[in-house]
C-alpha cells in the first residue's frame, strides 16, 4: 500500500462486499463467486450481509504470496 492508500483506508474492521473488493484490487463479483466456490477470503454473515474482516483479507493474502510461478499453491 501506498500513503495515500493507507489514508483511505477503511476505519472499521467489516468492509462490505464492495469496499473489500477494492481494498484487494478486485471485483466484487469475483469475491460473490468465490463465496459460493470457495476459495476466496473468510467471510461472515451478520444476519442478511455479507462482511469482510480486515484482519481475514490480511490472513488470506499473506496464505497467497508466492515468490515464483514454481511455488506449489
Known amino acids: 500500500m501506498t500513503a495515500k492508500d493507507e489514508k483511505s483506508a477503511p476505519q472499521k474492521p467489516f468492509l462490505t462486499t464492495r469496499e473489500a473488493a477494492t481494498w484487494l484490487g478486485l471485483t466484487p463479483n469475483t469475491l460473490e463467486k468465490w463465496?459460493?466456490?470457495?476459495?476466496?477470503?473468510?467471510?461472515?454473515?451478520?444476519?442478511?450481509?455479507?462482511?469482510?474482516?480486515?484482519?481475514?483479507?490480511?490472513?488470506?493474502?499473506?496464505?497467497?504470496?508466492?515468490?515464483?510461478?514454481?511455488?506449489?499453491?
Open 35 to 73: 463465496r459460493v466456490q470457495g476459495g476466496g477470503p473468510a467471510y461472515r454473515k451478520h444476519g442478511r450481509y455479507v462482511r469482510y474482516h480486515i484482519e481475514d483479507l490480511v490472513a488470506w493474502s499473506e496464505a497467497s504470496k508466492r515468490r515464483s510461478t514454481s511455488d506449489e499453491p
